[in-house]
């Protein structure tokens, strides 16, 4: 069966240092794959997709950027953190992607930039 | 453009009332509609979706109709547990930019409390 893993699952990081969450899938291949992020007591805000290795599209500016090193590994990163980076991150992924078809989420990193 | 719009929370029930948590949604085109739970401290579980007019999802007790002419897709439950306590997503699936993969599009997140 599918896994997705996403690590760390907190993380406290003061202003201006770098990022690096990570997402993994397992037992799926060529999944599309998402971060989304979820600021507080706001709704989920799509950052980045990819539907293949070293392919990434952004939906909003911003202070992040993301890579996809390998088929089922999704990289999110920063090189300078600001306070506004704060929030609930998600992992997504989709096997076969149509417009019928739900995602699944990891667990999520929750990061306070302090 | 697309867009989901949820009810405010939090919304607080006692244990065995009935839950109404309120969706509407903007789209072009036909898109599926899906309600998402996430429970504290975790991540997005799919909880029930609809892929056309008049569909009815249903899960665990809870279901929603795929209202086309209200664009409407409200969650609903006749008796709610404790065990229900969570914030719930509503979201329709559009396509990219890039044209043929699905994208969701989620509303604000409606918070439940159930209280014994």
């Known amino acids: 069966s599918q896994t997705i893993h996403q690590w760390p699952a907190t993380l406290v990081q003061p202003v201006g240092s770098p990022l690096s969450l990570e997402c993994t899938v397992e037992?799926?291949?060529?999944?599309?794959l998402y971060w989304y992020r979820q600021a507080a007591g706001r709704g989920l805000q799509l950052l980045f997709y990819?539907?293949?290795?070293?392919?990434i599209s952004s939906e909003v500016p911003q202070n992040l950027s993301a890579s996809r090193p390998q088929d089922r590994q999704f990289i999110l990163s920063s090189k300078k953190l600001l306070l506004s980076d704060s929030g609930f991150y998600l992992c997504a992924w989709v096997a076969n992607p149509t417009v019928n078809s739900p995602l699944h989420f990891g667990n999520g990193t929750r990061l306070t930039v302090t | 453009g697309n867009s989901v719009t949820q009810m405010e929370g939090p919304v607080t029930l006692s244990e065995e009332a009935f839950l109404t948590i309120n969706c509407t949604y903007t789209a072009t085109g036909y898109p599926s509609l899906f309600w998402y739970v996430q429970y504290p401290g975790e991540g997005l579980q799919l909880l029930l979706k609809a892929t056309k007019a008049d569909d009815k999802g249903s899960n665990k007790g809870f279901e929603a109709t795929y209202r086309k002419e209200t664009t409407s897709f409200h969650l609903e439950k006749g008796s709610v547990q404790v065990s229900d306590s969570a914030v719930y997503f509503c979201?329709?699936?559009?396509?990219?930019?890039?044209?043929?993969?699905?994208?969701?599009?989620f509303g604000a997140g409606t918070r439940l409390a159930v209280h014994p």
């Open positions: 037992g799926t291949s060529n999944p599309n």
């Open positions: 979201a329709l699936s559009a396509t990219m930019r890039s044209g043929g993969y699905n994208k969701l599009i």
């Open positions: 990819s539907v293949g290795i070293g392919q």
